[in-house]
């Protein structure tokens, strides 16, 4: 046998993220003082009502298949979260629970992708949505952001990008790797050029509850009807209630697109796991008071350690207004320690000053450093402690 592997995988990149926090992970298990800031999860367990309805259901014996799309009490969920959160309306048949807002996002792919389809994915992004794009069939269409545009794209620049061929766009709001949040004035102005070229927009809303200042989430899907019809709302327990290992996130929007994804799901992974879902019916339909606790905590912990981080030579920092990551744009700080990538910086930060942090490269910015303060502010104010003293010591003028 000559060949092993199909076309479809040839290209595909690891998860840079994921890569980094094994590494860390193997140094640690080793006897290695390191510090990890690569992980995109909350280090909250997940609320203890959450828990206690996951395991009571297990004790009632709910743990046999469940309808593909997910459990029907669970899309009733859903549904009421978007009408209170979001003044929206949806039926069961516009919602498909998956397994994480990940498989949900790839599932959306192979449903509205052919072969040389375009997605436009505005930079830096989520490091699946391009390999995902591409294991569809489609094609990734990057539009640059800067820190000047504060790491967001303009209606005219979606506008000039689009082809005959695209097929959607993607607005992360807010974002990861950047935790800036669209205004609705934007969102409003990339609603109008998608109905004016006929475009899906995916909207992922995966953070949303993590939100600080005096910032609202918008979703775009709420600005019109024209915007809502043309929307696919992803979003997911993950981050707002803590709960990544479960598993659990939905699609909101078009039923056919919708009843398309479901079937191929019954097809792939018969349903989400069961006892997650009545999880998440409990995480949405239960007190959300962890939720804003754990949002101060991360507030709190961007207020400590923003100053820091913008106090270290050759670091230029954005305040994120989500999320819980930090992105300082580190060419001058690569440039004189001697780097001459942002792959070579990120490996020496974590072989010499043991803090683990994710090359910008992965996310298509690669002048930046990802660094997540979803950790203990003592381990934070300790890490950018230790880059600093990084940098300072390897500065050469």
């Not at 080793?30 to 996951?54: F, K, R, S």
Request: glycine letters at 6%.
């Amino acid at each position: 046998m000559t060949k092993k592997l199909a076309n479809r995988v040839s290209t595909l990149s690891p998860s840079t993220t994921l890569a980094i926090t094994a590494k860390a992970k193997e140094m640690k298990e080793a006897g290695i003082d390191v510090i990890g800031l690569g992980a995109g999860e909350p280090d909250y367990n997940t609320p203890a009502n959450i828990l206690e309805a996951a395991y009571a259901s297990m004790q009632e014996g709910k743990t046999k298949y469940t309808p593909s799309g997910g459990l029907p009490a669970l899309k009733d969920a859903v549904i009421e979260k978007l009408k209170h959160d979001q003044g929206l309306d949806y039926s069961r048949a516009e919602i498909m629970i998956g397994i994480g807002a990940k498989h949900v996002l790839y599932t959306l792919f192979q449903v509205i992708l052919d072969p040389e389809d375009e997605v436009i994915i505005p930079t830096p992004y989520w490091v699946s949505y391009p390999e995902q794009v591409k294991l569809a069939g489609g094609k990734p269409v990057f539009v640059d952001s800067t820190s000047s545009s504060q790491f967001k794209v303009t209606a005219t620049q979606i506008k000039e990008a689009v082809t005959d061929k695209t097929k959607a766009v993607i607005i992360n709001s807010p974002g990861n790797p950047t935790g800036m949040i669209y205004s609705r004035q934007e969102l409003e102005q990339i609603a109008s050029v998608c109905q004016e070229k006929d475009i899906w927009i995916i909207s992922d809303e995966i953070y949303e509850k993590l939100i600080y200042g005096t910032e609202q989430h918008v979703s775009i899907a709420q600005l019109s009807q024209d915007a809502k019809d043309r929307t696919f709302i992803i979003n997911g327990v993950s981050k707002s209630h803590s709960m990544t290992g479960w598993r659990i996130g939905y699609i909101a929007g078009d039923k056919e697109v919708v009843s398309a994804m479901t079937n191929l799901a019954s097809h792939s992974t018969s349903n989400p796991t069961t006892t997650s879902q009545y999880a998440t019916i409990e995480a949405y339909n239960g007190p959300q008071d962890a939720v804003e606790e754990m949002r101060k905590d991360f507030e709190s912990r961007l207020e400590r350690i923003y100053p820091q981080l913008v106090a270290i030579p050759g670091f230029k920092v954005i305040k994120p207004q989500g999320a819980f990551y930090l992105l300082p744009e580190v060419s001058e700080a690569m440039e004189k320690t001697g780097f001459s990538s942002v792959d070579d910086f990120a490996a020496a930060l974590l072989t010499e000053a043991k803090v683990a942090v994710i090359p910008g490269s992965g996310f298509g910015s690669p002048n930046t450093i990802r660094l997540s303060y979803a950790t203990s502010i003592d381990l934070l104010e300790e890490a950018v402690s230790r880059i600093h003293s990084f940098v300072k010591a390897n500065w050469k003028e």
